[in-house]
């Protein structure tokens, strides 16, 4: 059978028109190309009365080409008939108007304009007393709105309520529109928020497709308590699946999504998300929930995700920040999935802060632990961790005197585990001095560490108390020199930018030390040039050392960076430290030896608009190995099609090599129709870790999805990844239909929740957030 193994359905079905579809507000996420404009224009009408004061007061102004009275009571007016008050405007043929009985009757070719809709009728009855109008043989377009439609007949009561007889609604702008509503009754609000009709088919090409009683759509952007578009699926994972969102709208600043979601092969779980706003507070709980998985055969226990986030400040200085997660198992990510997570990631946010900022000063408090998923060494939690920073100008050289202090209390995750308290200060003097040509950077300071370290195992080199003192001296400086460049019958402005650092921190045994917040950190071009070569400060690395580096750019007249190469290691001067030679953070580590570092260089080079080539590389010129590297090739056609190409490479991760090859694309082929595709494949491995591809057709108020995914599933516990038969890789194939204009805007869809699939994600060009 075909797709047998698993298949994935996905459906937004056009039972999304049984409910009443609300838009909420949704995260703006910016890593997919830009999405080409679909060219929907909305009619736009001209005031009719342009030419006719405005009417400010409960009179009413008419003009005509001609104009009659009858016994000083109904006036006839023919030819043009524009009439005017202080809520709407009526054109008509012909127009009589009862003085007394304040009634309005036209005929004749009618436009009648309100603050949100314009009409087109055929005869006009108003009136001013029971504030109400009716037409007949009606067609109606909802201002700055693509809804519009048809009606026998169609009253505005005082209210502005909006009421349409043997009528039709849609979003398509087309004579014949792709799908539409036929009722027997169609209301709109006055506020043009929302819909209802009664005995409505919902029809497509003018084919009726079903049949419903009553249902309500939005036609704003504004929240609205109801049903959300419900979504089936039906996969080998969780078998044939239905989720309903339903979202209360219950007040201002709050509201909820509670959605039942139904899994033939799990059971029903409960996901629920409450937001809220006030003042300067803002945050959101997220929970889900399932009783009893029946695909599990080990337990019964249930399994839930809770999610906790919230961002405040509380005046100009003070800030709040908290994102804590907690989670039932470690393969929940994998086997049900979430919207909080990746089915990849590999630990869960549990952070809280309190921070205040000064003018010279600054204060944190924080608390943080990390649940890690699978298989892993124990991590330590930080209760609490607290920071304070101090900054005071000197009147020479733009000096300034720095203080860092900071306490934290480490508490271990499993009883065996060592505990610390770890006190630190750093202070001391830095000297800024920055020119157009020229800059340098000098610093002197000294750090002071003290360790309170418990539970410690008999044998252990660690020592219940340390104290390490070590003075830090940093010089830091480069020119910048550049020269005008004529090539290939073009200008240029090419630079060279030479950069030279000393760094001394002189060697100390730090072995009694435990490792609780520390590793190491990457050494690229731009980190050859950092103070450190650790995270945290369990570790100090010894150094007397200088890094040189050279930076090359060419840039174009309009200063657009053309070519960028740059280049530098770091060379050990003296005996280089050896106390860390044996420290677990530095085995297997191949970027130091002796004498000097790795080789560490980076490329840019625009060959055009539409062609980039990027790469880094770290690489042990004494052994003749390459450390880590990466080269990646963009060719954007446009904004809105673009093919890349990247190979990453790492020697050592975890003991073993990384290398992969991955080719994503997004192409629009017309107007209509859209195509992304990815593919990453595992070198080492020779095997696909991911595949994708999705083909998107959108007109101005439909759009369908199909695509094909394939991609391995994270295997955080390999004893219950094989005890649950838990399938290696995930393929399927969804289909998405969506009716588009409800919010009352036509906006395209584009491709980016197609991007927001894949396990590795878009690297765009010169995006730091990447």
């Not at 009528?167 to 709109?188: G, H, M, R, Y």
């Not at 946010?349 to 060494?377: I, K, N, P, R």
């Not at 990646?632 to 003991?655: A, C, E, F, M």
Request: net charge negative; charged share 20%; aromatic share 12%.
């Amino acid at each position: 059978m075909l797709f047998s193994r698993t298949l994935k359905f996905t459906l937004v079905t056009l039972l999304a028109c049984l409910s009443k579809v609300t838009q909420a507000n949704a995260d703006v996420k910016s890593q997919a190309p830009e999405t080409q404009i679909m060219i929907c224009p909305l009619p736009e009408f001209d005031d009719i009365a342009i030419d006719i004061p405005e009417v400010l007061d409960d009179n009413i102004r008419i003009s005509s080409l001609h104009a009659s009275i009858k016994q000083d009571q109904i006036a006839q007016f023919n030819g043009s008939v524009i009439l005017v008050d202080k809520s709407q405007r009526i054109l008509a043929d012909q127009l009589a108007f009862d003085r007394l009985k304040m009634q309005i009757e036209a005929v004749g070719n009618i436009h009648y304009q309100g603050k949100q809709i314009n009409i087109f009728a055929e005869t006009l009855s108003a009136s001013k007393v029971d504030r109400a109008t009716k037409m007949t043989a009606a067609s109606y377009q909802l201002h700055g709105n693509p809804g519009h439609g048809t009606a026998g007949s169609l009253s505005i009561d005082g209210d502005g309520l909006l009421s349409l007889v043997d009528s039709t609604f849609t979003t398509c702008l087309q004579e014949v529109p792709d799908w539409q509503i036929k009722a027997a009754e169609i209301n709109l609000s006055a506020s043009g928020d929302f819909g209802e009709a009664y005995h409505a088919q919902f029809r497509v090409l003018d084919v009726p497709i079903f049949y419903v009683p009553y249902f309500s759509f939005p036609i704003s952007k504004k929240r609205l308590t109801g049903f959300l578009y419900p979504q089936i699926e039906t996969s080998t994972n969780t078998g044939f699946e239905v989720t309903a969102p339903f979202y209360l709208n219950i007040a201002e600043n709050y509201d909820a999504t509670i959605t039942p979601r139904y899994m033939s092969k799990r059971g029903l779980q409960l996901q629920t998300e409450f937001r809220y706003l006030n003042d300067m507070q803002s945050g959101k709980i997220d929970l889900e929930y399932l009783d009893n998985d029946k695909a599990i055969k080990s337990n019964n226990d249930p399994r839930y995700l809770a999610r906790f986030q919230h961002v405040g400040t509380f005046s100009d200085d003070f800030r709040a920040y908290i994102d804590y997660t907690t989670i039932s198992d470690d393969n929940y990510l994998v086997d049900i999935g979430s919207k909080q997570y990746n089915s990849n990631d590999a630990y869960l946010y549990q952070t809280g802060e309190l921070a205040y900022f000064g003018e010279q000063w600054q204060a944190t408090m924080q608390v943080q632990d990390f649940e890690v998923l699978g298989d892993h060494q124990p991590s330590y939690k930080t209760l609490p961790h607290i920071e304070l920073s101090a900054q005071q100008p000197l009147n020479f050289l733009a000096g300034q005197f720095e203080l860092y202090s900071e306490v934290t209390s480490f508490q271990a995750s499993e009883k065996d585990q060592v505990e610390a308290n770890r006190y630190h200060v750093e202070a001391g003097f830095i000297f800024p001095i920055v020119r157009p040509a020229w800059f340098i950077n000098s610093e002197i300071k000294v750090m002071h560490t003290y360790y309170q370290q418990d539970n410690i195992t008999q044998g252990s080199n660690l020592d219940e108390t340390v104290e390490r003192t070590l003075p830090k001296v940093r010089l830091h400086g480069g020119i910048n020199f550049d020269r005008e460049l004529v090539a290939f019958g073009q200008s240029y402005r090419h630079t060279l930018e030479p950069q030279l650092q000393y760094l001394y921190v002189p060697e100390k045994d730090q072995s009694n030390i435990g490792l609780y917040d520390t590793t190491l950190l990457q050494d690229d071009f731009h980190g050859i040039f950092r103070d450190t070569s650790y995270s945290g400060l369990d570790r100090i690395a010894a150094a007397n050392q200088y890094t040189w580096g050279l930076t090359s750019r060419l840039l174009d007249e309009e200063n657009m960076e053309i070519i960028r190469v740059s280049i530098g290691r770091i060379q050990y001067l003296g005996d280089k430290n050896t106390d860390l030679a044996n420290d677990p953070l530095l085995i297997d580590n191949d970027s130091i030896n002796d004498n000097q570092s790795s080789v560490a260089a980076d490329l840019f080079y625009r060959v055009n608009h539409q062609w980039q080539v990027s790469g880094d590389i770290q690489y042990n010129t004494i052994e003749d190995f390459t450390n880590k590297g990466q080269v990646k090739v963009d060719y954007q056609i446009d904004k809105y099609n673009l093919v890349q190409l990247n190979h990453r490479y790492t020697r050592n991760v975890s003991g073993d090599s990384l290398e992969q090859v991955s080719l994503l694309t997004s192409f629009a082929i017309n107007k209509n129709w859209a195509f992304v595709g990815r593919l990453t494949q595992d070198l080492q491995q020779n095997r696909s870790l991911e595949s994708y591809a999705g083909f998107q057709y959108e007109s101005c108020c439909w759009a369908v999805r199909i695509a094909y995914h394939r991609h391995i599933n994270s295997n955080l516990d390999p004893a219950s990844f094989a005890e649950e038969s838990r399938e290696e890789f995930d393929t399927g194939i969804s289909i998405k239909f969506i009716i588009k204009g409800l919010d009352g805007k036509q906006s395209a869809i584009g491709t980016q929740e197609m991007f927001d699939k894949s396990i590795f994600g878009y690297k765009r060009p010169y995006h730091l957030q990447n």
